[in-house]
């Protein structure tokens, strides 16, 4: 008859058996019912209900601490503890400028004909709920959101941007200018029914009439110091055998084309990561794992439009930072690299498209035949170019498209890379 | 469901810990259920890992003020509370050990070792195989006698163990049957 041990040991036990034979396994489950049989330890009573009453009274304190943790920013935590701290230095001028506004505010209030809560004041806005209820572009991928930053207003000089809801997220774009969005989801994100309760919906600034990108405030142009001089080409055969052809055609068909507003089932959300993913793809752009991508988007009244920021192999690959400029759904308005002031002086400068570096130079091929060539990647890299401005030639680091393809007739693998900036 | 006060045993079937833990999480008042079926057990493991009572109810205190400082991170996913529980003993256990602080062994543990059977001279013989057990325990590798204590003690099972210490299961079957293997060897006079 199987006795309680040989059920508890069964229990315990049963897994181990695949490792021991069976005589083994027998002197072994032996030990482990020593083990088993072994006794509990007993611990002193009075230890037991003191820890219990010690960990009951530190509830409190807890409590507070999980409330202070909601607020995960650190920037609020910080705030937290400079106002109520033990060694706040501000807490009486907090709470007397409190109750100051306490009351300013109510007699502001007790004088006014009131509107209905979170109804904006102007008949020509719509009401805030509408206004959200328009929007649908609030994602932004991935910037930093901090709350209740105020933009740069005294450099943008845009009154529109003065203003913001207090609390509301902005998003930092990668040259560090906030942009103001709307609500979303993420950790500083404020119920619309609070800001609702509280009238800050009131505040909210009214859509701008047209877009005003990050990039505006430090565009420049660039002034190259002579001709570019590209090395000729050679496909396929020997070099010895070959013939030149002078103005080859060159086109760029990325591997894929994504729709950006034929059928629903196939859009990516304006301004998502994946929708920049695919206006870059279907420039020839792969984003890869590592590489870095951001977009800040706004709404105005022509529309919603999108700044790309795109870096391949990340923030410290010394690869160039291309932005690309877009509206709803998928139009590109222009492109741009950011120069930081390594090659020229630091800021914006406009780029060709990829398919107009391919247009724009006039490529000369050593080939058999005439050559047909078609490209299908680009990468966006500093390449270093002959400059011709007459007299003599220098060498000049500048911003280039570098496409990969196939020339088809021999199918050779062909790169070149091609200035993109332009002039 | 069987809830009861402070020192009585109770047991909690998975649906009723989660809802113990769901309630422990929004009012930490409710910890106290959690802590008055858990202590006797951490208490248990972390004792018989230092043998010094001193030390154990100080580890015991510290692996309670974690769990409830942080109980509002705990999510039910793979592993249970009790799992999760037993990580944070353990855990100090392990810093306890890297600190590399002497620990005196309590010379009474043996004496309240108990011994079943009415026979006398039986019970002198269990006593002495497991004050013996007990010793030649403390000669595995501390993760040896983890998993034997967790398994053999604690009565947890193989998955939950293997949550506590990091490991894939197939590690702590291998932990548990080298474990008995070298005490089996001890306790035969090998090395």
Not at chain 1, 152 to 167: K, L, N, Y
Not at chain 1, 410 to 420: G, R
Not at chain 2, 71 to 87: D, G, M, N, P, V
């Amino acid at each position: 008859m199987e006795t309680e041990k040989d059920k508890i040991l069964e229990e315990l036990y049963l897994p181990l058996e695949d490792l021991a034979s069976g005589e083994e396994t027998d002197k072994l489950k032996e030990i482990a019912w020593h083990l088993v049989d072994m006794g509990k330890a007993e611990p002193s009573s009075s230890f037991q209900s003191e820890l219990r009453d010690s960990l009951l009274r530190e509830v409190p304190q807890l409590q507070a601490a999980v409330w202070s943790d909601k607020f995960t920013n650190k920037w609020l935590k910080q705030f937290y503890r400079d106002l109520w701290g033990p060694t706040s230095r501000f807490r009486s001028s907090f709470a007397f400028i409190a109750a100051t506004l306490i009351i300013v505010v109510m007699a502001v209030f007790s004088h006014q004909p009131a509107d209905p809560p979170g109804r904006v004041a102007d008949p020509q806005r719509p009401a805030y709920e509408e206004q959200t209820a328009q929007r649908g572009i609030h994602s932004a991928t991935p910037g930093k959101i901090s709350p209740g930053k105020k933009p740069d207003s005294e450099e943008t000089g845009d009154p529109a941007a003065e203003e913001t809801w207090p609390g509301s997220p902005v998003m930092e774009g990668p040259m560090g200018t906030p942009e103001v969005v709307g609500p979303q989801s993420g950790e500083a994100v404020f119920p619309e029914e609070e800001i609702l309760e509280s009238g800050f919906g009131q505040n909210e600034p009214p859509i701008p009439e047209k877009p005003k990108f990050q990039i505006e405030g430090e565009m420049r142009d660039f002034h190259l110091a002579g001709a570019v001089i590209l090395s000729p080409l050679h496909v396929g055969d020997t070099e010895g055998e070959k013939s030149p052809h002078e103005n080859t055609q060159a086109v760029l068909r990325p591997n894929s084309k994504y729709a950006t507003a034929t059928t629903p089932e196939r859009e990516a959300e304006f301004g998502s990561a994946t929708w920049a993913a695919r206006m870059l793809k279907n420039e020839g752009f792969e984003v890869r794992s590592g590489d870095n991508l951001e977009i800040t988007i706004q709404e105005t009244l022509q529309g919603n439009f999108a700044e790309i920021f795109y870096q391949s192999g990340g923030k410290g690959s010394g690869h160039p930072l291309m932005v690309l400029l877009c509206k709803e759904p998928g139009t590109i308005l222009g492109y741009y690299y950011q120069e930081k002031g390594s090659y020229n002086k630091a800021g914006y400068y406009p780029l060709m498209t990829p398919a107009q570096a391919l247009k724009a130079q006039q490529l000369t091929v050593f080939s058999s035949s005439r050559p047909s060539l078609i490209f299908t990647d680009v990468r966006f890299e500093f390449s270093t170019f002959h400059l011709d401005d007459g007299r003599t030639q220098q060498e000049s680091v500048l911003p280039a498209y570098c496409f990969t393809g196939r020339e088809t007739i021999s199918d050779s693998e062909i790169k070149i890379c091609l200035p993109a900036i332009s002039r | 469901m069987a809830v009861s006060g402070l020192g009585e045993v109770y047991l909690l079937n998975e649906d009723i810990e989660q809802e113990i833990v769901s309630r422990a999480q929004q009012t930490p008042e409710s910890f106290g259920l959690l802590y008055d079926h858990y202590f006797p057990k951490i208490y248990n493991y972390i004792y018989h890992r230092v043998r010094n009572t001193q030390l154990a109810e100080d580890l015991v205190s510290e692996t309670f003020y974690k769990a409830l400082a942080n109980i509002q991170k705990f999510r039910w996913r793979e592993r249970s509370f009790a799992s999760w529980l037993y990580t944070i003993a353990r855990n100090q256990l392990v810093d306890t050990y890297r600190k590399s602080t002497p620990v005196l062994l309590d010379e009474s543990w043996a004496e309240s070792l108990p011994s079943t059977g009415d026979d006398p001279e039986e019970k002198v013989m269990q006593h002495s195989v497991k004050k013996e057990l007990l010793l030649l325990i403390r000669t595995l590798s501390p993760d040896q006698q983890d998993a034997l204590l967790l398994r053999f003690q604690e009565g947890l099972k193989i998955k939950e163990i293997a949550h506590i210490m990091d490991r894939n299961e197939g590690a702590v079957k291998a932990l548990l049957f080298r474990g008995l293997k070298n005490m089996r060897k001890k306790m035969e006079g090998g090395p």
